[in-house]
Each structure stands twice: as structure tokens, then as C-alpha cells.
């Protein structure tokens, strides 16, 4: 009788990580808008994990790397160099964790998926969260509870009588590019 192999703990904890590690890069990005899964280019998906990582860190510097990914993306003003102070300075709290607060609930939502320019490969732009691309007022009950799941029901009442988006957006292109971060006023 062959005897039993004994698994310690730290080699169980390395199985569990090495398992996670090879789903995350298994398994393909998906967003579900209502019934439909939207698949994610992987430069949309590699971007949109990237930023999630860093943003439930709780430390706004880990945005840093991700910001030198590529371009900087529209913040919302203008002529600023350094994001991580602009973020910090549009936050509730000195710490930017308000601003890490919103982009997890925002990439958690699925993305609506908006085609522009002619190259057939490249030309849709994915924005966050969906509900920033639909008519309010045509909301079913499902989209209300996601909307009043990422604002207050006053700033609800606010979009409804103003019959437009007025919170964060993100949006990232086909081709992986962070194109903006703000907030819609």
C-alpha cells in the first residue's frame, strides 16, 4: 500500500493561489448588460483588472502604474499633470478612497459598448457603467436597483428631473487606450 501524501498548509495555500492565478488568466472577461454577456477585448479586460486591483488596494498610489500603462485619460480638468492628485483632490476624503469607491462599483457594473469610427476591428469604445448610456427614464426595475446601487436616491431624483447621467463615467477603447475618468455634471 502506497502511503498518502501529506499537504501542508503552506503547500495548500500555494495550490489555492496558483489555482485563482490560473483562472484569472484562463477564463475570458465577461460583462452582462441585462440578459446579453458583453466579451471584453483582452486589452479592455487587462485594463479594466488592472484598475480594480489597484483601486481595492485602498491606496490611490496604486493607480500610478496603471496611469503609465498608457496615455493619461480625461480626468475632467484641464492642463493637469499629476492624476493621482487630481483624484485626491476630487474625493470626499483626503485619502482618495471615495474616488477608489466608485471606480469598483463602476467596473463591477457591465459595460455598455458604443461602436465609433470606421475601423471595424477597433472602433468601440467601452464605457462604465452601462447605465450612463441608456435613457433614464426608460430604466427597467433591474437598471433602477443597479443605479441606486452606485448613487444616493437625492442625486436618482437629481438625474431623473435633469434626464441625464450625472455621475462618474469610464471608458476605455478597443484597443486597450484609458480614454476618461470623471464625473458628469
Not at 47 to 62: K, P, V, Y
Request: proline share 8%.
Amino acid at each position: 500500500m502506497r502511503p498518502r501524501p501529506h499537504v501542508t498548509r503552506p503547500n495548500l495555500f500555494l495550490l489555492l493561489v496558483v489555482t485563482a492565478i490560473a483562472l484569472v488568466h484562463v477564463l475570458p472577461s465577461v460583462a452582462v448588460e441585462g440578459d446579453q454577456h458583453v466579451d471584453l477585448p483582452r486589452n479592455v479586460a487587462d485594463l479594466r483588472d488592472a484598475i480594480l486591483a489597484a483601486a481595492r488596494s485602498g491606496n490611490i498610489e496604486e493607480l500610478k502604474p496603471v496611469f503609465k500603462m498608457g496615455a493619461l485619460p480625461d480626468l475632467g480638468v484641464a492642463g493637469a499633470d499629476d492624476p493621482i492628485k487630481i483624484l485626491k483632490s476630487q474625493s470626499a476624503d483626503a485619502e482618495g478612497r471615495e474616488i477608489l469607491a466608485a471606480l469598483v462599483n463602476l467596473l463591477e457594473m457591465p459595460p455598455a459598448t458604443k461602436p465609433i469610427g470606421r475601423d471595424i476591428e477597433n472602433n468601440s469604445v467601452y464605457l462604465w457603467p452601462y447605465l450612463a448610456a441608456k435613457p433614464l427614464d426608460k430604466l427597467t426595475p433591474s437598471e433602477n436597483v443597479d443605479l441606486y446601487r452606485l448613487v444616493s436616491p437625492a442625486k436618482v431624483t437629481e438625474m431623473h428631473e435633469k434626464k441625464r447621467w450625472l455621475w462618474w463615467c469610464l471608458a476605455i477603447a478597443a484597443d486597450g487606450t484609458w480614454l476618461t475618468f470623471k464625473q458628469i455634471k
